[in-house]
């Protein structure tokens, strides 16, 4: 049957149109990508290079599958069909390659045969094209980037590049089979450290996220938002910002949480008084913040516990007060801009009610308990995962035969074998959606470790990660400020082709070493500080995408959008300030140390929305404004008289903004 002749059907959340036997095949693998990575989760783990190929080869086979050569804006065609075929069956050389010769390769370390050399060519040039297709075109330039840079030097394949670098970056240059060998046959390269944690901990987690959303846990955490805060002041956009924390935290984009979310919440703050730039920069600001709040953290909390060599349920602990004071600092923003256009809440006929929400919701909360629970036990991250999974099916089948076999009865319909036959169906069509869905949403996401792994293998090999540390110390004149800055500009530049996963993966390989070890700030903060930084692409003008995609919903301009967003999230950028010069509250210290830090922290963050918006209780004056700002820098420095004296002058702006409105009620009185 010719392309032209086979029935067609365009793909779910998208534009790519594939022949029904491709959504099949995309579907047969999918699910058993989702079924591997569960029965290696949670009845028999596999060694290190068996879970990763078998992982990485199956990615690769959705990638190529989900996602022709020349886009999906135009059919294959024969020669579309062939490239495609080259590539998968370079997808099933990379996996099966180790897996059937994985003892001959460690027995030969570091003495490859031309075959070895052969198939680890064919995986980096396969994996850089499944990143092109599945991440973008920005993620293979940087990886191929890497690569021509550790060929460049004297002894290496392209030693004539090598005169271009400046001094700093020179060094010895390698052949391709040196780097062949680096990025396939070791664990320093593709099947490194990033690409194991999305091999293990992350996608069981997104396949969990993936559950909860076909069986429709995204309505109910809006509607439990809604019931929560829809009368008051401003209430949708209040509803949006808790809604996108607790879908942010489970979707694992901000992308993602916005459509999601924001299909709902936008329209609502729009209807309420809301201009439409301002209700696409609420919805974009609080996605983003999904991804640094706990449990979950999109994939950032696993990847920060295994390089810091931390537990994974201490990275929980130690973001829970950074994600409060981010939502607070929006949650009052929102508050701020109700206030000043005189909002009113929602009527009650209009809201969800609290006690219906969770009668017909309350099992999408179990399968959180028991996550949250195995997690405090210190289980495995990866075992609490598939716990979580199993528990989301068995909560769904229980809730089912409760409802088929008590409620339909009493409600007059009949159970026939007819209807427990539909229903079965019905229920497994939604399991194999949900492992479907889950094992596509892990593409990008494991692509874009895949290549990670491909950077961080060049910089081990070439030394780039010393050398950035001392470009760093070179420009920013040993200035902390400054370094941070320039950290924060490079996350940037970086998440404009990259998602924040990878760009936290480059960042902290390259100034991870400066951080720590030339300007002395502890591991964990480093890593939380860079991963923070990753999180602002989303929200920061030119490329600002989760601002773009609020945009789209709001029907506002995606300039306009992106700027109303990136003034919301503004926590993105204070909050890693704070934690550099205050340590303590995520390495710990003395109790008292530790609150009174979180409340001028939490102070000095309401204090400069008020002073970015101009009004509090009532308008606030340009003098009042400057004081604010001015106590925010000493409330940030580690001093504790400056923090004494920041803490007086906000405190008393505040007050004087409360008097001044005292007095205005009384007058209008």
Request: aromatic share 12%; charged share 10%; net charge positive.
């Amino acid at each position: 049957m010719s392309e032209s002749n086979q029935p067609s059907v365009v793909m779910p959340g998208g534009n790519v149109v594939q022949p029904r036997a491709v959504l099949w095949c995309i579907t047969i693998v999918a699910v058993g990508l989702s079924l591997f990575q569960l029965y290696s989760a949670g009845i028999q783990p596999l060694g290190l290079f068996y879970q990763r190929s078998i992982h990485l080869a199956l990615v690769m086979m959705l990638a190529f599958l989900m996602f022709p050569v020349f886009g999906g804006a135009r059919p294959r065609r024969m020669l579309g069909w062939a490239i495609d075929a080259v590539f998968f069956s370079g997808a099933v050389i990379t996996g099966g390659y180790l897996v059937l010769f994985l003892d001959e390769i460690i027995n030969r370390a570091g003495f490859w045969s031309q075959t070895d050399i052969l198939v680890a060519c064919i995986a980096t040039f396969t994996v850089l094209e499944a990143s092109r297709r599945a991440v973008g075109f920005s993620m293979t330039v940087i990886g191929l980037v890497a690569i021509a840079y550790a060929m460049a030097g004297p002894r290496g394949d392209l030693a004539w590049l090598g005169e271009w670098l400046p001094g700093i970056l020179e060094h010895r240059g390698y052949s391709l089979d040196r780097i062949a060998g680096q990025l396939y046959l070791g664990q320093e390269g593709i099947f490194g450290l990033p690409l194991g944690v999305a091999a293990t901990y992350i996608f069981i987690f997104v396949l969990f996220g993936a559950f909860l959303e076909s069986t429709g846990a995204g309505r109910f955490f809006i509607d439990m938002a809604y019931a929560a805060t829809g009368r008051q002041r401003g209430g949708p956009a209040k509803a949006a910002v808790l809604a996108s924390a607790g879908m942010g935290s489970i979707s694992g984009s901000a992308i993602a949480n916005v459509v999601t979310t924001g299909a709902f919440t936008i329209p609502l703050m729009k209807r309420l008084g809301y201009k439409p730039k301002q209700a696409g920069g609420i919805e974009a600001a609080a996605s983003t913040g999904g991804q640094i709040t706990p449990p979950l953290m999109g994939a950032g909390a696993f990847l920060i516990a295994e390089y810091t060599n931390t537990p994974y349920l201490d990275i929980v602990k130690v973001s829970i007060l950074p994600a409060v004071m981010y939502f607070a600092t929006v949650y009052l923003f929102v508050h701020i801009i109700a206030l000043k256009q005189g909002m009113q809440g929602m009527s009650r006929s209009e809201l969800p009610q609290m006690r219906q929400v969770m009668k017909d919701g309350w099992h999408f909360l179990l399968p959180l308990a028991v996550l949250v629970w195995l997690l405090a036990m210190s289980m495995s991250p990866m075992r609490v995962g598939f716990y979580a999974v199993v528990t989301m099916v068995a909560v769904a089948v229980l809730r089912y035969v409760i409802w088929f076999f008590f409620v339909a009865p009493r409600q007059g319909e009949p159970v026939s074998a007819y209807r427990i036959k539909e229903t079965t169906f019905a229920g497994l069509r939604k399991l194999v959606e949900g492992l479907e869905l889950g094992a596509r949403n892990a593409v990008a996401v494991s692509m874009a470790c895949a290549v990670a792994g491909i950077i961080v293998g060049v910089v081990g090999l070439t030394g780039l990660g010393l050398k950035f540390s001392s470009m760093m110390m070179a420009f920013s004149g040993g200035n902390i400020v400054l370094a941070l800055v320039m950290v924060l500009l490079a996350s940037l530049v970086l998440g404009m082709g990259l998602p924040v996963t990878a760009s936290y993966i480059v960042l902290i390989v390259l100034v991870g070493p400066a951080l720590t070890t030339e300007f002395g700030i502890p591991l964990l903060v480093a890593h939380l500080v860079v991963f923070w930084y990753s999180q602002d692409s989303n929200v920061t003008p030119p490329v600002a995408l989760a601002g773009f995609a609020g945009a789209a919903i709001a029907g506002s301009k995606p300039m306009e959008t992106s700027f109303q967003a990136w003034k919301f999230a503004k926590g993105l950028y204070l909050i890693p300030l704070f934690m550099v010069f205050n340590p303590e509250i995520i390495v710990g210290g003395p109790v008292p140390l530790v609150i009174w830090n979180a409340v001028i922290a939490l102070l000095a963050l309401c204090a400069f929305a008020a002073a970015l918006e101009g009004y509090l209780f009532t308008r606030m004056g340009w003098p009042s404004r400057m004081a604010i700002s001015v106590a925010i820098i000493g409330v940030f420095y580690p001093n504790l008289m400056a923090e004494v004296a920041g803490v007086v002058v906000m405190s008393t702006a505040i007050a004087a903004n409360w008097l001044a409105n005292r007095r205005q009620s009384a007058v209008a009185a």
